[in-house]
């Protein structure tokens, strides 16, 4: 069935390094895909999207590629702050009318 | 243009009750989607409506229900609560009426607590 996997986290990272956080999908057709952001004690933000391979979302900072041939879309920015520390999200529109998330990654950026 | 809304924020209820939660669209927003997310997992779609019709639901039983309201107000009733069913509920708003481009908005949530 649709599904989304996500890497475990958390992932614990310095201020100003690289960030990657993997996320490959299974879907019948061609999903539209997503990473959502939630902060400590808050309901889901969107952050970026893509609707059809190849296409780049980014927002803030953050970058994701939609890859057809690896179906997959990471979630990467060049330099984290502080207040880039919550947990992400990826998601795909599956049908049924329903996003299907995963499980969720948390990151901590440590000053 | 407003955002999505919850309400309550807090509820906690005991096993057995009924509990109806509410959340108000962004406004033009036909399509309106509910989630239950459990503590450090992520969200699973419970239903979605269009329009004040159900437009599709996810693998929740059927004493969870909803209305749509024609001025973008919904809300989840849950019927006989169980101690599982303490998590957050995600409300989702979108314009469209759940085409695959269509982009979902969340409001904040409401912690449900069960005992």
């Known amino acids: 069935g649709d599904s989304v996997t996500q890497m475990e986290g958390p992932v614990t990272l310095s201020e100003e390094a690289f960030l990657t956080i993997n996320c490959t999908y299974t879907?019948?057709?061609?999903?539209?895909l997503f990473w959502y952001v939630q902060y400590p004690g808050e309901g889901l933000q969107l952050l970026l999207k893509a609707t059809k391979a190849d296409d780049k979302g980014s927002n803030k900072g953050f970058e994701a590629t939609y890859r057809k041939e690896t179906t997959s879309f990471h979630l990467e920015k060049g330099s984290v702050q502080v207040s880039d520390s919550a947990v992400y999200f990826c998601?795909?529109?599956?049908?049924?009318?329903?996003?299907?998330f995963g499980s969720g990654t948390r990151l901590q950026v440590q000053p | 243009e407003t955002g999505v809304t919850q309400s309550p924020t807090h509820l906690i209820k005991t096993r057995g009750q009924q509990v109806t939660l509410r959340c108000s669209s962004q406004?033009?927003?036909?399509?309106v989607s509910w989630y239950q997310q459990a503590l450090g997992q992520g969200p699973q779609f419970i239903f979605q409506?269009?329009?004040?019709?159900?437009?599709g639901r996810g693998n929740f039983p059927p004493r969870f229900s909803g209305l749509q309201f024609p001025n973008y107000s919904s809300e989840l009733n849950v019927n006989a609560l169980e101690l599982d069913d303490s998590a957050l509920y995600l409300c989702a708003s979108s314009l469209g009426a759940g085409g695959l481009t269509d982009t979902q908005y969340f409001g904040p949530g409401t912690r449900l607590t069960v005992l």
């Open positions: 409506y269009y329009r004040e019709e159900e437009n």
């Open positions: 406004s033009g927003h036909n399509t």
């Open positions: 998601a795909h529109y599956a049908g049924r009318r329903a996003l299907t």
């Open positions: 879907a019948t057709g061609y999903p539209s």
